[in-house]
């Protein structure tokens, strides 16, 4: 098992940043990769950016050059530093994990609670 606290959503200003960070405890030797998610009112939740166990990251294409996502494995935390907001990155943000305890049996995905994020214009 796996769980997953977001921290540091906010209201801000469009052109500002805000630094989400995932707190991620439990099984965490089972863990594949992190990723961030967003879900705006009435959309589907779709993945922002992620990050595997070895570091390799991958974006999508609206947020690429104004997010970073990386890991500090000694606390076992996931950041997304956001800049450059716009007001179309207002949403929930979710962590997720990806966890694979037995190579693909039993793999699932564990979420977080989410963190709001508002852009304003």
């Known amino acids: 098992q796996v769980q997953l606290v977001e921290s540091g959503g906010g209201l801000v200003?469009?052109?500002?940043?805000l630094r989400?960070?995932?707190a991620v405890s439990g099984s965490t030797y089972a863990i594949n990769a992190i990723g961030w998610y967003r879900q705006a009112p009435g959309k589907q939740r779709n993945l922002v950016?992620?990050?595997s166990?070895?570091?390799n990251t991958n974006y999508t294409?609206?947020?690429k050059g104004r997010f970073i996502i990386s890991q500090d494995t000694t606390d076992n935390t996931v950041f997304l530093q956001m800049n450059n907001l716009k007001p179309d990155d207002t949403a929930v943000y979710y962590c997720a994990a990806d966890y694979d305890p037995l190579?693909?049996?039993g793999r699932r995905l564990f979420w977080g609670q989410g963190t709001?994020?508002?852009v304003s214009s």
């Open 49 to 51: 950016a992620a990050i």
């Open 13 to 17: 200003q469009a052109g500002g940043s």
């Open 61 to 63: 294409d609206s947020v």
């Open 103 to 105: 190579f693909g049996n």
């Open 20 to 22: 989400l960070s995932c």
């Open 53 to 55: 166990n070895d570091a």
């Open 116 to 118: 709001q994020v508002t």
